[in-house]
């Protein structure tokens, strides 16, 4: 699925960050605005993955929305027979009747009653780590962001197309510190503290207020105080720096 979402976002069903909102009834711009645990991000991973089984179903293709979904139930110990049990195993993919129809439908609306809250969650656990994706989808958001204009939503926008700046909770510097492995994400520093006690860790963003960048939880970065002061609200820079397990050439 967060294989999937990457494709999505380059727009291979043509539901790219703005397509989605067009059709999407989030109040995205208040999200933007200051941090959510339930990111943006959540929301566009349950607007695809609902958007994808309603088209199998529609396009009669219940075999598929069924095997996918049980599958994943499966992995994650819930029980569904209560459904009942419909034997599809010597029919095609896209064989079809009407008993069949309706186990789709029941095993869709199972699996989000159930687990979509959590199946969501753990998908979004696996992008928050890729930043190049993150990057990608914070840089749709900028464009839409840039439109906005600072009359229409006082609250929120300290000028046309600028977020007000607003306090991070804990959770979002904890969750981020982890992501990040306690490393400046710019020239790589260790900010843990553990070796060295002088550098001070920030919580960056990404693409930068000043740029139509959101406070999203997604659109933040550790660095340290050097990277964070010589950025500004200049460039966007990111990186994707980890330590290897063990070096392969050795
Ligand atoms: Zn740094």
Redesign the pocket.
């Known amino acids: 699925m967060a294989a999937h979402m990457v494709d999505e976002l380059a727009g291979i069903n043509e539901l790219s960050v703005s397509n989605w909102l067009e059709y999407d009834e989030i109040d995205w711009i208040r999200k933007c605005s200051k941090p959510f645990k339930k990111t943006l991000l959540h929301n566009y991973i349950s607007f695809i993955f609902i958007e994808q089984n309603e088209y199998l179903l529609h396009k009669h293709l219940p075999i598929e929305v069924i095997m996918c979904l049980t599958d994943i139930m499966r992995k994650y110990g819930i029980d569904y027979s209560h459904l009942g049990n419909v034997e599809y195993s010597e029919l095609e993919i896209d064989d079809v009747n009407d008993e069949i129809e309706d186990y789709g439908r029941k095993v869709f609306s199972f699996f989000l009653e159930k687990l979509e809250v959590i199946f969501v969650d753990d998908v979004f656990t696996v992008l928050f780590a890729n930043k190049d994706f993150l990057y990608d989808f914070n840089s749709q958001i900028q464009e839409l962001v840039r439109t906005l204009n600072q009359r229409e939503h006082p609250e929120l926008l300290r000028k046309n197309g600028v977020f007000k700046r607003v306090y991070l909770p804990q959770w979002l510097k904890k969750g981020v510190f982890m992501r990040d492995k306690g490393r ?6 260790d900010l843990t503290k553990i070796f060295s006690l002088e ?1 001070a860790e920030n919580y960056d963003h990404i693409i930068p207020l000043e740029k139509g960048g959101t406070n999203d939880p997604v659109n933040f970065q550790l ?6 002061k010589s950025k500004r609200d200049r460039n966007e820079d990111y990186n994707s720096l980890g330590s290897r397990y063990w070096d392969i050439n050795e």
């Open positions: 400046c994400q710019i020239c790589g520093t550098k660095t340290c105080e050097t990277c964070n």
